[in-house]
């Protein structure tokens, strides 16, 4: 089995920890996790793909719970992704509060009003 190099060593700060905590929670509760790289050619890609056989398959989002925001990318993408049935979840710990989220509607839209600022901009 390849051992899986946690996303925080990758990317590091707060939301690579939470990311490697959820990856953790999922998988102990029999989820397939698959991270996405990140890389320029998976802009707008959420950050993992899960899956498991009797819930079946979800993109999921790791966001910080204050301060995070979406790439212009994300904000073309997600929209797209749900469009044509594929919804993103975003999460934003690994508690049983964030998981239940998994088993409602993608919520990612919900997310809009706190993170359609990019960095960097003002106001």
């Not at 996405?36 to 966001?63: A, I």
Request: charged share 25%; proline share 7%.
């Amino acid at each position: 089995m390849r051992k899986f190099k946690p996303k925080e060593t990758r990317k590091g700060g707060p939301e690579g920890r939470i990311q490697e905590d959820i990856i953790i929670m999922l998988r102990a509760k029999e989820w397939f996790v698959k991270p996405t790289h990140g890389n320029m050619y998976q802009s707008g890609m959420p950050d993992l793909f899960v899956c498991h056989r009797r819930y079946g398959q979800r993109w999921v989002e790791v966001k910080c719970p204050t301060g995070s925001s979406f790439t212009p990318a994300q904000l073309e993408d997600f929209p797209l992704f749900c469009a044509n049935g594929s919804g993103v979840w975003i999460l934003v710990a690994a508690t049983e509060a964030e998981y239940d989220k998994l088993f409602k509607s993608p919520n990612w839209y919900q997310y809009l009003p706190m993170m359609t600022r990019t960095k960097g901009e003002g106001g």
